[in-house]
């Protein structure tokens, strides 16, 4: 494992470059074939020729630099050499519209924009002044520049003798990272170099990993999950990190995880409930030992056997993070002793907070604070909840804050809200409600905003409303919120086998249109019902609607709750 004398990126790069002389850093995955991209001393070279290009554009230590770019290696090199011009990178998610990124462009004061053939289109109310590097047109010897004079090829340098980055201190500011693009939402996290590079030291002491680790990356690099967990944390200790050369679409990744056979993934809980849902949940409740309870387990147990063999076969640890996993899936995985391991944190935490380890787990938790780091439970502070927050048992629940290395340094041009978002005695409010057990075991219950207040005073969790339903083997996705009369609604996304069995009583009889609706309304009803008995009295749900169209989603495929009826908890 290396260690790193400051806490740096290009400490980092250096010193991995140096221990992991002649692995493969990083590799390309196109049409299930993998090329090797980088080694370990190829990715500092060119990251340090990168960083030349860029101060010979101009740019100047702590100058901002846009990441607009799909995952690629390209993107890596990128990043490292933003941070040896002693530069602060401003990674953006490619499915930003061409307004969120002009929005973005303009608060983060932008210098240069790295961006690919893809997203180049998205540039489109960009300042022109500001100059793109395309960073998928490079080769050994140059890349393409686009101005406002043109498109042009320009050589890059060899690799400098010193740059302004090799001085650079933890102190100093690394990433600033949007959680969205509308200006009037537009929070730029502030991470330094400190942040970052401590959180990839304390992740790495949860779960080691190892110089023959194959990572294979399906979440965006411009999420610090992806960008600390999926990059950092494998370079830091020598792995090979894949890329795909598409979307990770389901015939996609599916090729892909049988040709890189991944040790190590990184996901964020939707992608797992759909696999278990759609592909292990069907055949699983239908066979013969399952249907037997003194079988039960051998038969979860098989069907954690093939879906290992659909991860490739060699997975020993799948990291689960930036939302919270359905009961009903963790159960399965944790009977079947799958490797997962769900960890909690956010992006103004660099992302990690707490994490749990495969074989550790316990259902519902996130494990325990990372060495560095400590978590208290607080009472919410605002007067809408004060006075709500019950003791279970031994567990009392309120919200979680936050103090350690990996805490942000504010809100870049935001001194309201970085001074908000501290208690009076400096802990970072994370705004979401928590509670630990009597081991210590951190469990999330969901965000503060979100939580509805009971008619007696019970604390409402909508997202353990939203797995029940989830759990139906009926519901897609869920969203539930209190209307104006206090009753709980549950907006829904129904699935394909429910919109199968709806077809079906369509087709069977003579008036369409009206079996449509009453069939419709059947089925809700007896959802609502079932997923009634599975809950407590208070938090039972007075009206189901059904929602067309997906919902609006974060990077790390959590529900955009404030754009919906009666929901204003914020994006984190």
Known sequence: MATTDTLTLPALLSQAAKAFKGYTALSRVSEGAIS??????????DARRFAGLLVGLGVQPGDRVMLLCENRPEWVSAYFGIALAGAVSVPVLVDFLPEQIANVAEHAELRVACVSEKTLGKLSKLDPDISRVVLDSRDGNGIDLITKEGRSRIRIVEEPASLPGDGVSAADLACVLYTSGTSGNSKGVMLSHGNIVSNVIATSQVFPLRSDDRVLSVMPLAHTLESTMGLLTPLYQGCNVFYLDKPPTAPVLAAALLSVKPTVMVIVPLIIEKLYRARVEPKLITHPLYRFAPTRALAVRAAGKKLAAAFGGAIRFLGIGGASLAKDVERFLLGARFPYAIGYGLTETAPLVAAAVPGKTRIGSTGRPLEGVSVRIMPPLDAEHAGTIAALGDEVEGEIQVRGPNVMQGYYRDTER????????????????GAYDKDGMLYVRGRLKAMILGPSGENIYPEEIESTLASSGLVEEALVYAAKDGALVAM??????????????????????????DESERLLA????????????????????LQEQPFEKTATMKIKRYLYPGLQAEIS
């Open 36 to 45: 090797p991209a980088y080694e370990y001393r190829e990715l500092l070279r």
């Open 418 to 433: 970085s001074q908000a978002v501290f208690s009076s005695d400096g802990w970072f409010r994370t705004g979401d409600l």
């Open 492 to 517: 829904v996304v129904l699935n394909e086998r429910a919109k199968a069995l709806l077809g079906e009583a369509k087709a069977a009889v003579h008036n369409a249109s009206l079996a449509a609706a």
């Open 526 to 545: 007896g959802l609502r019902s079932a997923t009634n008995a599975r809950l407590a009295s208070f938090s039972r749900i007075a009206r189901i609607v």
